[in-house]
């Protein structure tokens, strides 16, 4: 009996220690993550064995899943149409493959839901490992832009592209600097993701001591923050800023801190920019290209005028104006000038693809075929693997149902914030790993903003561990678990 006992024990502990594990696989990329999803979902279904079958799911539930059958219902019908229709090829047969495959983020879901429910999984392991590394990445990626290459020896990432219209010649090496993720520009986006729960931890850890903790929670703040702007990647720092407004509203005692935080990052933000003329161009330019895209979708979509191109390009202005397309090569029109037009072209042609299906969408991963066509027949549209941004992607792939899903979640999601916010600012652990995943999960899910593929292994295991903590700790707040 004590020998079972201590088995239990040790397979609770090591299936808390898998799920720690995310925070460093999400380093190592997107085998291990999942390995590491697949492991975990093992040792979950391990401890659930016949208790999985039977449960029931509720309304959240019920929604998230539904999201889940729509990708693969209109991935299936986008299949059927071309097997009948325009005939067999082995990519519409690897996107049906991928939507069924993409169902194990559900069962992700479910078994931290489960295994938190039957008190095996703790998320303070996960906390521990989710607040230390993205502190070691900051470090990383900052030694790496002072001294060119980082804590294990890895050079900065460069490129040959030069800036068109700048004073710049070309971009030196260290235009970004990605620290352990090589080749990879993902480095701020990953320090974004888990920055929020390395503050909540110092603040938690010592919060019975308040000038260690304005001291070291200060220091942290700073430390994540210049991480991210070196790394290169703009629209991360935008997200962790406003993160950080929202832990001046879920957190009592850091009303101080963040006020002081945010001071100190601009003045660090000046010196750098004072120093480094490509980091102040970079950022510079990062309200021209928001207030592009926001006029030219003003005038396409809601004016329903012709948006006119301009492409600055050696002093001169070209123009692409009705059927008349002067950049013939689309590859080159996007990599030249991605910044500038390119979002809003994939836009247009997100909108446009959706057109086609509006009920039902695409199907998974559609975009990416899809728009070649488009963009050959229609001026001003352009291809890429998707369209930069969660919610249109989930309009073209699943369209207006799969959309509906996503919206009504987020309702649930915000509705739970307002109804429970007294209790989530509590003082207890639990309160400050919930704070931080719904941080966390507001600032990668906020609409105006350019993304990733949500259907792509890294970011869909991200927001599934979030969207499971949130979920997990709900329920617990349901049943007045946590004290204030």
């Known amino acids: 009996m004590n020998l079972e006992k201590k088995n239990n024990i040790n397979y609770t502990l090591l299936t808390n220690l898998v799920f720690s594990f995310f925070p460093i696989s999400f380093i190592l990329g997107n085998l291990i993550i999942n390995l590491n999803l697949l492991l ?39 299949f059927l149409k071309f097997l009948y229709i ?24 479910i ?40 804590l294990i020896g890895i050079k900065g990432f460069h490129s040959s592209l030069g800036l068109e219209g700048s004073h710049i010649d070309a971009i030196p090496v260290g235009r970004y600097n990605t620290g352990f993720f090589g080749d990879e520009l993902i480095a701020g986006g990953y320090i974004k993701n888990f920055s929020f729960f390395s503050i909540l931890f110092l603040s938690y850890k010592f919060k019975n001591k308040n000038y260690t903790r304005f001291i070291f929670t200060l220091l942290a703040i700073c430390v994540l923050g210049l991480g991210i702007l070196v790394s290169g990647n703009r629209v991360p720092l935008v997200l962790f800023l406003l993160g950080l407004l929202l832990v001046f509203l879920f957190n009592v005692n850091l009303k101080k801190i963040i006020p002081v935080s945010i001071i100190s990052l601009f003045i660090i933000f000046y010196f750098i920019a004072s120093a480094d003329p490509y980091r102040k161009h970079q950022f510079h330019d990062l309200y021209g290209n928001i207030k592009q895209v926001v006029i030219a979708l003003n005038k396409e979509l809601i004016h329903k005028q012709k ?20 950049a013939d090569d689309f590859e080159f029109f996007w990599a030249e000038n991605m910044g500038r037009e390119g979002y809003v072209a994939l836009y247009l042609t997100a909108f446009d693809l959706w057109k086609e299906n509006k009920i039902f969408g695409n199907g998974m991963k559609s975009f990416r075929k899809d728009c070649v066509k488009l ?38 999601f915000l509705i739970f914030i307002f109804k429970n916010f007294k209790l989530i600012r509590g003082s207890n652990i639990e309160n400050f790993i919930l704070s931080a995943s719904i941080i966390s999960l507001i600032i990668e899910v906020f609409p105006f903003r350019n993304t990733g593929s949500i259907l792509s292994t890294g970011n869909a295991t991200y927001i599934i561990i979030i969207s499971s903590i949130v979920l997990s700790y709900s329920r617990q707040l349901k049943l007045k678990i946590f004290k204030l």
């Open 375 to 412: 963009h050959q027949h229609k001026n001003y549209r352009m291809c890429s693997n998707h369209p930069h941004n969660y919610y249109l992607e989930i309009l073209v792939e699943s369209g207006i149902v799969g959309l509906l899903c996503a919206g009504t979640l987020a309702l649930i």
């Open 307 to 326: 948006y006119i191109v301009g492409v600055e390009t050696e002093g001169e202005k070209l123009k692409i104006k009705g059927n008349n397309t002067i």
């Open 86 to 109: 325009d005939g067999y090829e082995y990519n519409n047969l690897s996107r049906l493959i991928k939507s069924i495959a993409f169902f194990r983020f559900f069962l992700m879901l």
């Open 111 to 150: 078994i931290v839901y489960l295994l938190t429910e039957f008190g095996v999984l703790n998320f303070k392991y996960f906390f521990i490992s989710a607040a230390f590394f993205p502190i070691l990445v900051s470090v990383d990626v900052i030694f790496q832009y002072f001294l060119g290459f980082d």
């Open 40 to 78: 975990f979902c093992c040792l979950g279904i391990f401890h659930l064995k016949s208790r999985i079958l039977k449960i029931k799911f509720d309304f959240v539930t019920k929604i998230i899943f539904l999201f889940f059958f729509i990708v693969f219902f209109s991935t299936a019908l986008s």
